[in-house]
């Protein structure tokens, strides 16, 4: 086995860096991969059986839900109960959020809240989709825990993740300190670690924004897309566009090349389109964990208060000088 290092193994080496309910985070996180892995499968083989297209009802985002959106929220929620670690689990496809309520569960210590699948319009195409994750610690001490330990801020997370299920399937996570990246061998059924203290670079040339929408921007985002069209050789510009509709799968490779994805508010999404507990606070403490950025325009995603379980945000997000630029245009040009 000398050379390989599995998640498993992994986060038993590292649960001496928590300083709170070591095991059961560590289980929490097991549970998690577990989780991944089953949707892996099921994402592998999409096409061959019947679990691509509409699932013909609406969620409470307002948008059709797809059979694999299903299948992978019941996949995590099936894998989060039967832990034992997790008392509250919230997602992207639930109205309510889901209390655990098992003997074991009860009493347990964390709340995940999470985004099963991730990228949904790319399903039925055979393009990356993922799963984002967020874990916080219950405050309430006693009885069954409430929505009040679900809407803590994005500097209260203990850990967060992501699964790209790509090319290859990766799984991405940070406890806080620093993000480390493992690769699924298939071969063996294990993520393996692959990307070791993942940094992302302070500046890149990449900008990932849904640019069909350019007419329903705020005035600093289109500023600054024209920024980024221009040349300019000293700041390798014009930058490269880069946009697949997955927010896991843009973020990931501009977190391995640096860049920034915007999804700004729009005229019909006048708060933002993505989630803050599911999606922006997550990818916000793992871009940051890797010395990058994220910013709603005007302030930082992770000190944004909740006040909503289906909050939304505008977000920019990536390498920490071009999110910097784009928030000076925000400013300038608001
Ligand atoms: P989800 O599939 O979990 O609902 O998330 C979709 C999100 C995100 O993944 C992606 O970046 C964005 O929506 C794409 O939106 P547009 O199609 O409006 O560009
Ligand atoms: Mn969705
Ligand atoms: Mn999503
Ligand atoms: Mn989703």
New binding site residues.
């Given amino acids: 086995m000398s050379g390989i290092k599995t998640l498993g193994q992994f986060i038993i080496e590292k649960q001496a860096d928590f300083s709170y309910a070591k095991g059961e985070l560590s289980r929490l996180l097991r549970d998690i991969g577990i989780a991944a892995k089953i949707v892996n499968r099921e994402v592998n083989k999409a096409g061959l059986v019947d679990i691509l297209g509409d699932a013909g009802t609406v969620n409470i985002?307002g948008?059709g839900q797809k059979k694999l959106?299903i299948f992978a929220n019941t996949q995590f929620i099936s894998a989060l109960t039967s832990g034992g670690e997790c008392c509250i689990v919230a997602t992207?496809e639930e109205d309510e959020f889901v209390p655990i309520d098992s003997p074991v569960s009860k009493n347990a210590k964390y709340i995940v809240c999470i985004?099963p699948?991730?990228?949904?319009?790319n399903i039925d195409v055979n393009v990356a989709?993922?799963t984002?994750f967020s874990i916080y610690r219950r405050k309430s001490t006693d009885g069954m825990a409430t929505i009040a330990d679900v809407l803590q801020k994005g500097t209260e997370q203990v850990a967060a993740g992501y699964v790209i299920y790509g090319s290859s399937t990766m799984l991405v996570y940070t406890t806080g300190k620093g993000v480390n990246g493992f690769t699924l061998d298939p071969s063996i059924g294990e993520f393996c670690l692959s990307h070791p203290d993942l940094k992302m670079p302070e500046d890149g040339s990449i900008y990932s924004i849904?640019e069909?929408?350019y007419v329903h921007f705020p005035k600093g985002v289109k500023k600054y897309i024209k920024y980024a069209q221009v040349h300019d050789a000293a700041t390798n510009r014009p930058y490269t566009s880069r946009?697949?509709?997955?927010?896991?799968a843009?973020i990931h490779r501009n977190l391995i090349k640096g860049g920034i994805?915007i999804?700004p508010t729009t005229a019909s999404s006048p708060n933002g389109?993505?989630?803050l507990l599911?999606?922006c606070n997550p990818m916000a403490f793992i871009v940051e964990q890797a010395g990058g950025f994220a910013s709603d325009g005007f302030k930082r995603i992770l000190e944004i208060e909740p006040v909503e379980l289906h909050q939304r945000s505008s977000i920019f997000i990536g390498s920490k000088k071009m999110v910097r630029m784009a928030e000076q245009m925000m400013t300038e040009f608001a």
């Avoid at 699948?117 to 319009?121: A, I, Q, T, W």
């Avoid at 946009?243 to 896991?248: A, K, L, Q």
């Fill in positions: 985002q948008e959106d992207e985004d699948l991730d990228g949904s319009s989709v993922g984002i849904n069909g929408n946009y697949i509709g997955s927010m896991v843009d994805y999804y389109k993505l989630r599911y999606e």
